[in-house]
T-cell receptor
C-alpha cells in the first residue's frame, strides 16, 4: 500500500488557519493525493484531492510540493465543526478503487 | 447527510453467530465499498462491488462475504463471529467504478459478546 505519514495530532485556535502536513515520499507519477476527514461518530467525508497543481474548493485548499513528496491541507479559518481526524491518502495509479486510510491527524479546535 | 444509508445502526450478538449488514448507495451510484474500523486496525478496506460484480478485495476474512443486488443495494455477511469482529462497519458509494469521490454512510456498530 502506498504510504503516507501524518502527525498524530494538531491543535488550532478557532478562526485561525490550519496547515495539516502529509509526507508521501514514495509517491509515483500517476498517484493522486486525496484528503478525507472523519467527524466524531460519523463516516469519513471527502475534502479535496489533487495531482500536481494546488487545488481549492469550498472546504479547503491543497498545496502540493513541487517534487510531490509532501502536501499540505489548508483550512483557511478553523471552526469548531472542523474538529476531526484528517486522512491523507494516495490513490495508487493502477490500483483498485479503494482507499487506504492511515492513522490520520486528529485536529482539535480551541474556542 | 451523504445519501448513503446503512442498517442497522447498532447490532449486538454473540460469538459464533452470523449477521447481515445492509447498505443502500446514493441514488445513481453504481459502486459500493465496505470498510471496517476497529480501535487497533483503524479504517480498513474490505471489498468493492460495481454494478453487481466484485471489483476488488482488501483485508476481508474468509468468514465475511458480500454481494450487490440488481437494485444496487449491498449486504455484508459476517459469520462465525469472534470478539475481534467488534467494530464499526462503513459502506461507501461512488458514481462509477473509478476514482470518483466516495460518500460514506453513518456506519453499523457491531458488538460481539
Amino acid at each position: 500500500d502506498a504510504k503516507t505519514t501524518q502527525p498524530n495530532s494538531m491543535e488550532s485556535n478557532e478562526e485561525e488557519p490550519v496547515h495539516l502536513p502529509c509526507n508521501h515520499s514514495t509517491i509515483s507519477g500517476t498517484d493522486y493525493i486525496h484528503w478525507y476527514r472523519q467527524l466524531p461518530s460519523q463516516g469519513p467525508e471527502y475534502v479535496i484531492h489533487g495531482l500536481t497543481s494546488n487545488v481549492n474548493n469550498r472546504m479547503a485548499s491543497l498545496a502540493i510540493a513541487e517534487d510531490r513528496k509532501s502536501s499540505t491541507l489548508i483550512l483557511h479559518r478553523a471552526t469548531l465543526r472542523d474538529a476531526a481526524v484528517y486522512y491523507c491518502i494516495l490513490r495508487v495509479g493502477t490500483g483498485a478503487n479503494n482507499l487506504f486510510f492511515g492513522t490520520g491527524t486528529r485536529l482539535t479546535v480551541i474556542p | 447527510d451523504s445519501g448513503v444509508t446503512q442498517t442497522p445502526k447498532h447490532l449486538i450478538t454473540a460469538t459464533g453467530q452470523r449477521v447481515t449488514l445492509r447498505c443502500s448507495p446514493r441514488s445513481g451510484d453504481l459502486s459500493v465499498y465496505w470498510y471496517q474500523q476497529s480501535l487497533d486496525q483503524g479504517l480498513q478496506f474490505l471489498i468493492h462491488y460495481y454494478n453487481g460484480e466484485e471489483r476488488a478485495k482488501g483485508n476481508i476474512l474468509e468468514r465475511f462475504s458480500a454481494q450487490q443486488f440488481p437494485d444496487l443495494h449491498s449486504e455484508l455477511n459476517l459469520s462465525s463471529l469472534e470478539l475481534g469482529d467488534s467494530a464499526l462497519y462503513f459502506c461507501a458509494s461512488s458514481r462509477a467504478g473509478g476514482w470518483e469521490t466516495q460518500y460514506f454512510g453513518p456506519g453499523t456498530r457491531l458488538l460481539v459478546l
